[in-house]
């Protein structure tokens, strides 16, 4: 149990994202594609491992001043540091050899991933906005990957709204963290930069751009006449639905720091997304 908790696994639930391009591209019962997503899915999973260890080894002395990550393995002393390196190259070794096997734009997208993690864990996560923008590109950068898996280009708004998405949740760990930190002696130093009305404005913002993006996609001319249907507009009220429930979890219960563990828990989240998934999947490939 200590070591799943050290690897993170319910992150994996984020890889799914390689699984959005055929989605959105009205291919999901092209099963040819799923042994190589799967397989996609697994050397991502083994990656992004890899990078919650090595962030959790050089958080580690400041996660022990944490109320709640204090508990994490290596800053519990559960797990050892040369434990964790070993972990770490196994974990990276394993994922880029499968990677690499799979396809080589995915290896490159998948190295480009892990360098950016690097590079944030040793210090570029101190900065403010920065940060948000390091942490959102995990997540266009799985799109693509699965876009590259799969020979599926990725449209503009796809991308857009990802970016979107990614940028709110970021910004509600940011906003949980805060919280927390006003509540303790110490200040880590990521949110010097950060206040809780700045936060919380942008927020609100990208929540409302959000939802005015999803609706001006599926009321483009671009995606009707790819789809062949003007109904998609009807799934706005479940993306509504869902940004007006995380903008709930996030100011008045106050619990928006682990957007994974939202997604496994919360009743009215996994009831909106189900709702979505069913509507666009009744209008796109059962009434066309």
Not at 153 to 181: C, G, Q, T
Request: glycine share 6%; net charge positive.
């Amino acid at each position: 149990m200590t070591y799943l908790r050290l690897l993170r696994v319910h992150q994996w639930a984020k890889n799914l994202f390689l699984f959005v391009p055929i989605f959105f591209a009205g291919q999901i019962f092209e099963y040819s594609y799923y042994q190589t997503l799967a397989m996609g899915f697994l050397a991502f999973g083994l990656s992004v491992s890899a990078v919650y260890v090595f962030n959790d080894y050089c958080d580690r002395e400041s996660d022990r001043l944490h109320p709640k990550k204090k508990y994490r393995p290596i800053a519990s002393g559960a797990v050892s540091a040369t434990q964790a390196a070993i972990i770490i190259i196994v974990l990276l070794i394993l994922g880029l050899i499968l990677a690499f096997s799979l396809n080589t734009v995915f290896f490159t997208l998948l190295c480009v991933y892990v360098g950016i993690n690097v590079m944030y864990s040793l210090g570029l996560k101190n900065f403010a906005i920065i940060d948000i923008f390091f942490i959102s590109s995990g997540f266009i950068l799985r799109i693509y990957s699965g876009g590259a898996l799969t020979s599926t280009p990725i449209s503009h708004w796809l991308a857009v709204m990802v970016l979107l998405l990614s940028l709110f949740m970021a910004l509600a760990k940011r906003r949980d963290e805060l919280i927390i930190n006003k509540a303790t002696a110490t200040k880590r130093k990521s949110l010097e930069h950060y206040n809780l009305d700045f936060v919380n404005s942008c927020i609100t913002l990208f929540g409302s751009v959000i939802i005015v993006s999803y609706i001006l996609y599926t009321v483009s001319p671009e995606v009707i006449a790819r789809f062949g249907t003007d109904w998609l507009f009807l799934t706005s009220i479940f993306v509504i639905a869902g940004v007006v429930r995380y903008l709930q979890i996030i100011f008045v219960e106050e619990n928006g720091g682990s957007p994974t563990a939202i997604l496994y828990k919360d009743k009215f989240i996994i009831g909106t997304i189900v709702s979505w998934v069913l509507s666009f999947y009744i209008i796109l490939y059962v009434g066309s």
